[in-house]
């Protein structure tokens, strides 16, 4: 097989592998062999080979535009600096329900916060990242046992990626058999990775049992996960696996520990009003108070 034919074939398997993950319309199959034929009997001059060499890169660049485009179940957006906000969506009594994450990219690699809850979305979230940052995700953090946040643990431990929870949430995780991570957090933990550190903390009971938050102290970074609602939210959502009673002041805590946050990243709800978590307090006292 010639340089060109090898070309030509790893770039066909490309688009049809991002016609498959992204749901592109692919057009009519082009049959190669005349091509490569001609090529073999050297019928293509060298301007014509460059002209379809910038051809294909070009088509190359709108696949990749495009492809993320038309990518409805899953959206990336801009945090700030080296933070990125990544959404995939599912059902919720009979409502599509947004799910919010975020990654880092340092410079040893990409840290994730939470998996997508979409299934579908495991590995083009992946390939998004590494198109976009051209950086492979190297750790990935899951901030409380339900599958909204679990869900991609196993896969993404399948593609080498260490995975971390508490020793609570993979407890919670196992009884309620849910996907598991490999490395076991024991207590609050600061971790370095590259240039940034950030701290796992367990303020208590709230959404769930095991609810942590996750805090870049420098950068002034809440990621809040379940536990913290939006500002718009009408209530503290689902609660059957929480604490009712305990919840205001576990977001009291989460509030001492977190000063002056610039960001407050929020599981379900606009993640851009900073006032979510004193409209979280606000909503757990109310629901204090009713018991």
Same mark, same amino acid.
């Given at each position: 097989m010639?340089k060109?034919?090898?070309f030509?074939?790893d770039?066909n398997?490309?688009f049809?592998?991002?016609?498959?993950?992204?749901?592109?319309?692919?057009?009519? #199959?082009?049959?190669? +062999?005349?091509?490569?034929?001609?090529?073999?009997?050297n019928?293509?001059?060298?301007?014509?080979?460059? *002209?379809? *060499?910038?051809?294909?890169?070009?088509?190359?660049?709108? *696949?990749?535009i495009f /492809?993320?485009?038309e990518? $409805?179940?899953?959206?990336?957006?801009?945090l700030?600096?080296?933070?990125y906000?990544?959404?995939t969506?599912?059902?919720?009594?009979? @409502?599509?329900? #947004?799910?919010?994450?975020?990654?880092?990219?340092?410079?040893?690699?990409?840290?994730?916060?939470?998996? #997508?809850w979409?299934?579908?979305?495991?590995?083009?979230?992946?390939?998004s990242? +590494?198109? +976009?940052?051209? $950086?492979?995700?190297?750790m990935?953090f899951?901030?409380?046992?339900?599958s909204?946040? *679990?869900?991609?643990?196993?896969?993404y431990k399948?593609?080498?990626?260490?995975?971390?929870?508490?020793v609570?949430?993979?407890?919670?995780?196992?009884?309620?058999?849910?996907?598991?991570? $490999?490395?076991?957090?024991?207590?609050?933990?600061?971790?370095?990775?590259?240039q940034? @550190?950030f701290e796992?903390? %367990?303020?208590?009971?709230g959404?769930?049992?095991?609810?942590i938050?996750?805090?870049?102290?420098? $950068?002034?970074?809440? %990621?809040?996960?379940?536990?913290?609602?939006?500002?718009?939210?009408?209530?503290?959502? %689902?609660?059957?696996? /929480?604490?009712?009673?305990?919840y205001? @002041?576990?977001?009291?805590k989460?509030q001492?520990?977190?000063?002056?946050?610039k960001?407050?990243?929020?599981?379900?709800?606009d993640?851009?009003?900073?006032?979510?978590?004193?409209?979280s307090?606000m909503?757990?006292?109310e629901?204090k108070n009713?018991?």
């Amino acid at each position: 097989m010639g340089k060109g034919e090898g070309f030509l074939m790893d770039f066909n398997n490309y688009f049809q592998s991002l016609t498959d993950n992204y749901k592109l319309q692919n057009p009519i #199959p082009y049959d190669w +062999k005349d091509f490569y034929d001609r090529i073999n009997n050297n019928t293509i001059n060298r301007h014509t080979m460059r *002209t379809i *060499t910038s051809t294909i890169a070009f088509i190359f660049a709108l *696949t990749h535009i495009f /492809g993320q485009a038309e990518n $409805e179940h899953l959206k990336i957006s801009h945090l700030t600096g080296d933070f990125y906000i990544y959404t995939t969506y599912n059902t919720y009594q009979d @409502s599509q329900v #947004p799910a919010n994450g975020m990654y880092l990219v340092t410079n040893k690699g990409v840290i994730m916060f939470d998996t #997508p809850w979409d299934t579908t979305q495991f590995q083009p979230l992946l390939d998004s990242i +590494k198109l +976009k940052h051209n $950086e492979r995700v190297i750790m990935c953090f899951a901030t409380h046992w339900h599958s909204d946040k *679990t869900a991609g643990l196993e896969y993404y431990k399948q593609q080498g990626i260490k995975t971390y929870t508490t020793v609570l949430t993979d407890q919670l995780s196992k009884k309620n058999k849910k996907k598991r991570a $490999e490395f076991l957090m024991v207590k609050d933990t600061v971790f370095h990775v590259g240039q940034y @550190s950030f701290e796992t903390y %367990y303020p208590g009971q709230g959404h769930t049992e095991d609810n942590i938050i996750i805090w870049f102290k420098k $950068e002034k970074i809440l %990621y809040g996960g379940c536990l913290i609602k939006g500002a718009d939210a009408e209530d503290l959502g %689902y609660l059957d696996d /929480g604490n009712r009673t305990e919840y205001a @002041s576990t977001l009291k805590k989460v509030q001492k520990k977190c000063r002056k946050p610039k960001y407050i990243i929020v599981a379900h709800s606009d993640w851009k009003n900073i006032n979510s978590l004193k409209h979280s307090i606000m909503m757990a006292k109310e629901l204090k108070n009713k018991k």
